[in-house]
């Protein structure tokens, strides 16, 4: 199990990186879903089922064919390719990569203070429902507020 | 059942992070940005599952179930906003956004 979780962050870590280097847009979003599978497989180890079904479906599934569906509508081929080449200088990714860098050393440097061990207790459907729709759902009722104002947004930004 | 130590799954999202908000600052294409985005919200998601599992409850998936409502709605609105840009300026750089009409 414990080399799963190795294993599945290794390749987030590559594909993930490949996502922003790449030039090809297609290329990109295929690994960004590979990126989120493997996301998906640690929820899984880490003993969150739902959240793991979940990532798949909704987010490797859905919001990448939307990404899909708009890469498509805008027909960006070879000449937006030759393009993005020559957007990716060297100069540019100096700065960004130092000044991130920088914050990740920081952010790591705090979380190795403490050592707590992680043992994996599978939270099933039933608690996650169970809390969605007692004490939270105020939070239910909120997401589907959001979701109702993205869709109007969506649709009358996106009308001719 | 193995443990896994907190920090490196707590590591692993800070990377993911890093790797997100390098993307958001370095590309010039407003689709490669969005997707840079959804890297971070990701792995924020991932951050909360993480802490929900060091206490074995459910309300760390309860957090990323809104997180994941969040970036579904993201999208959507980024991509109406992108799709309108390419009609008005035929072109996928955020460089052209720089300046202010009317």
Redo the contacts between chains.
Sequence with gaps: ??IL??LA?VI??LS??A??VQTN?VH??IY?IL??LA?AV??Y????P??AL??AI??AG??MV??LF??M??N?GQH?RD??RS??SLK??V???I???V??VQ??NV??Q????????R?GVM??S???FGP?VL?VEL?SI??L???V??????K? | MESIPIEHSLILASILFALGLIGVLTRRNIVFVLMSLEIMLNASGLAFIVGGARWGQAEGQVMFIVILTLAATEVAVGLGLIIQMYRQFQTVDINVLSEMKG
């Design positions: 199990m414990i979780f190795y962050a987030a870590i993930t990186v996502v922003i847009i990109a979003l960004l990126s989120l996301v640690i929820f180890v880490l003993g969150a739902f959240a979940l990532e909704v987010y859905a919001i939307l990404f708009v890469i509508m805008l960006l937006t393009e993005e957007w990716l540019g990714w700065a960004p990569v000044m991130s860098s914050l990740l952010l790591i979380l190795t403490y050592d707590y061990e992680l043992v994996p207790i939270v608690e996650v169970v809390l969605l939270y939070a997401a959001l979701l104002a993205g869709l947004a969506a649709y009358h930004l996106a001719k």
